[in-house]
């Protein structure tokens, strides 16, 4: 009975922890989609938990010149809408001025004496009327400050403006080009080496799987450029370009083989060794025990390690950068994204939109494996 207590308590802690990891995962998701298809001036001014709240906003527009007014009996107006030609006829005026120090000096509806007797009125739908007993002079409007509550507007144009950016189709092909072998390269070579030092015995072993431990703690930013400048030098010898996929292919292989080989390597090593042995027995080489017997049984541990792989090289900005540059043949998705973003990244509505069309590869990549992964573990279970 106490073995059963301590069972239930330890599956509700589990999914409770369950639970709370997809609350954390699900709400910054939630809110990064909700901000993508929300307007941008709301987005600017208000969190996303606001969505659905009706916002306010503090704006300025300047009216028409001069030499948009007219003559009304003994007066000259100029008539307009501050809120724009198609204005939001859901949005409302509720105060007004005339000066910045004064944003909100007048409720919406007022009359207000500007001077040389002219006179401004801003109507809660956004009319404005400025009117004079004398014909007015000048090249630039008035200037008019406003507060609006704009009620809550959703919208797709920010994802029509990224997917419309000159250069994305080629940019996501580009992506998928240094993708796709970046994440297989690593694989066989890592399947290949962690077999090697998980069950055949050989001069060195120990001190090549404590370097592949060593290797995991060195700063990838760190080896960048000597990596570069390496490559760069042997390139030019066998003729090679420098701001080539071949570059950017080696230098993903180099920094993602010493993680997948300790995380094959332990995976491996912790298969049955009385399959390889009795495999051995029956006079199978080492090659034949890898392909026939590792490779259907560790695919669990290589469908992981492709997803890992996969993500980090499809949302790499700085590899990317540093070995392919900023051609515009060779620019892949994220770097172009940064050059729609901007340098100052202020644009929020193009930043979540992206994020949101970024990720749709990723995930599609995630779930399709997961249902290999698990296929697989069933299926090293039964072997």
């Known amino acids: 009975m106490v073995i059963s207590k301590k069972g239930s308590a330890l599956t509700a802690v589990v999914h409770v922890t369950v639970l709370l990891l997809v609350i954390i995962w699900t709400i910054p998701t939630l809110g990064l989609f909700v901000s993508s298809i929300r307007d941008k001036d709301q987005l600017s001014t208000s969190g996303w938990w606001t969505a659905l709240a009706t916002s306010e906003q503090r704006l300025v527009e300047r009216a028409a010149s001069a030499e948009a007014q007219t003559q009304e009996g003994n007066l000259w107006v100029i008539r307009g809408n501050v809120l724009g030609d198609g204005s939001d006829h859901s949005a409302k005026i509720t105060r007004f001025g005339s000066s910045s120090l004064e944003p909100e000096a007048y409720a919406a509806g007022e009359t207000v004496a500007l001077k040389r007797g002219i006179q401004l009125q801003v109507m809660a739908n956004g009319d404005y009327l400025i009117s004079s007993e004398e014909e007015m002079s000048g090249r630039r409007g008035q200037r008019i400050f406003y507060t609006a509550e704009v009620p809550p507007r959703f919208t797709l144009d920010n994802y029509r403006e990224v997917l419309g950016a000159e250069g994305l189709g080629k940019s996501f092909i580009n992506s998928l080009t240094v993708t796709i072998p970046a994440t297989i390269i690593p694989i066989l070579i890592a399947a290949f080496a962690a077999y090697a030092l998980a069950w055949m015995k050989f001069p060195g072993r120990a001190l090549l799987i404590a370097a592949v431990v060593g290797l995991l703690v060195v700063p990838l930013q760190m080896s960048l450029i000597p990596l570069l400048k390496t490559y760069n030098v042997i390139g030019e010898f066998l003729g090679v370009g420098a701001k080539t996929y071949v570059g950017i292919w080696l230098a993903h292989t180099g920094f993602g083989l010493p993680l997948a080989i300790y995380l094959l390597r332990n995976y491996i090593a912790g298969l049955p060794s009385e399959i390889i042995e009795s495999a051995r027995v029956d006079g199978a080489s080492d090659f034949d025990i890898f392909r026939k017997i590792i490779l259907p049984l560790s695919f669990p541990a290589l469908a992981s390690f492709a997803i890992f792989q996969f993500l980090w090289v499809w949302n790499d900005l700085l590899i990317a950068m540093v070995f392919l540059g900023n051609n515009e043949d060779q620019l892949v998705m ?49 072997k």
């Not at 050059?339 to 202020?346: A, F, K, V, Y």
């Not at 193009?350 to 749709?360: E, K, M, R, V």
């Open 334 to 382: 994220t770097g172009q994204l940064r050059e729609l973003l901007g340098s100052r990244g202020g644009n929020w509505e193009i930043l979540t939109a992206s994020a949101f069309i970024t990720i749709i590869v990723p995930l599609c990549v995630f779930f399709g494996l997961q249902r290999y992964l698990v296929r697989g573990l069933l299926a090293g279970s039964v």
